[in-house]
């Protein structure tokens, strides 16, 4: 009797046993994330405390330009600049078969990204479109397993473009142009492959204003005719450059002569004559006209006067 009673109960407790496993195997999705990313990022987070060290991936992350295929390294507050800046991201092969690179330019905002079934990634920052500090995430998924490793750099400053720097080389200044000529000027940029515009511009005031001559032109040279225009001594020329983001200009050292309308000028002097009338009183002119008569009078009574007495 005791022998059956055991054995109901070891019956009893492995169905308790089989029933508390299925319950568990049904609770332990609706518990666990179903999301691969979530999943991976838990695997991340434990990544490296469970691997060894000597079995934890190095990264190198380096740059290089296209004048200059040296790669240089990078870390975070770097600053780096150049034509074409590449960035380069590398792990060790035998590690990681998988990598990702991911440069996020806040200020733009951009975001530049390439996935490579390789330990090495790059990309050239140059389609950031404008100079910028940036973010770079770098990521690598492990050969043994599949786990996820990153690593982060912060304020990085990447420059692509530069100003570019242009000169005026004739005219200079003090010249004396008629008919046609040439303005000329050099232009440089430390982008090699940049497509530089020019506007070329003519004052006739020594700078005080300006007209425009041409735009948007590629050429290094303006053919001008100065011919139809006065003969002056304060002609000037400036000539502006742009990469289509920054731009920079140059003018002639000084003025110089050009035109060949010359206009006489006449002076005309006017002589005014004043003319100042003097007007009496009236008053006045009756008192010395009385005074007058009344003196003749008296003359003749004493002529008459005289005359009978003497």
């Not at 092969?93 to 790059?122: C, G, H, K």
């Not at 200009?249 to 000084?254: A, G, I, K, N, V």
């Amino acid at each position: 009797m005791s022998r059956l009673t055991n054995s109901s109960k070891t019956q009893q407790g492995f169905q308790i046993a089989i029933i508390l496993s299925l319950l568990v195997m049904l609770v332990l999705p609706l518990i666990l994330p179903t999301n691969p990313i979530q999943n991976e990022r838990m695997i991340h987070l434990t990544i490296e405390e469970a691997l060894p060290s000597s079995e934890t991936p190095h990264l190198n992350l380096t740059y290089y330009v296209l004048s200059n295929l040296t790669e240089l390294d990078v870390g975070s507050d770097s600053v780096i600049a150049g034509d074409h800046v590449t960035i380069k991201a590398s792990w060790d092969p035998a590690l990681v078969n998988r990598s990702r690179l991911e440069i996020f330019a806040p200020a733009i905002p951009t975001t530049l990204e390439e996935n490579q079934n390789l330990s090495i990634t790059e990309i050239d920052t140059r389609y950031l479109g404008n100079n910028a500090t940036c973010t770079i995430t770098v990521t690598g998924w492990l050969t043994t397993n599949g786990s996820m490793v990153s690593k982060t750099f912060l304020n990085v400053f990447i420059g692509n473009f530069f100003v570019p720097k242009i000169t005026v080389t004739s005219p200079i200044g003090d010249e004396i142009w008629t008919g046609t000529n040439n303005i000329t000027w050099d232009a440089s940029d430390l982008n090699v492959a940049e497509s530089l515009l020019y506007d070329v511009l003519m004052s006739s005031d020594g700078g005080a204003t300006f007209d425009t001559l041409a735009t948007a032109i590629s050429n290094k040279w303006l053919e001008w005719n100065c011919s139809a225009l006065d003969k002056l001594e304060t002609y000037l020329v400036e000539v502006r450059v742009t990469d289509g983001i920054y731009f920079s200009s140059d003018r002639s050292d000084s003025t110089f002569t050009a035109g060949e309308i010359i206009h006489s000028t006449t002076t005309t002097t006017t002589t005014t004559t004043t003319t100042t009338t003097t007007t009496f009183d009236i008053r006045l002119t009756a008192f010395i006209v009385i005074l007058v008569v009344s003196s003749s009078v008296m003359a003749i009574v004493v002529y008459y006067a005289a005359k009978k007495w003497f």
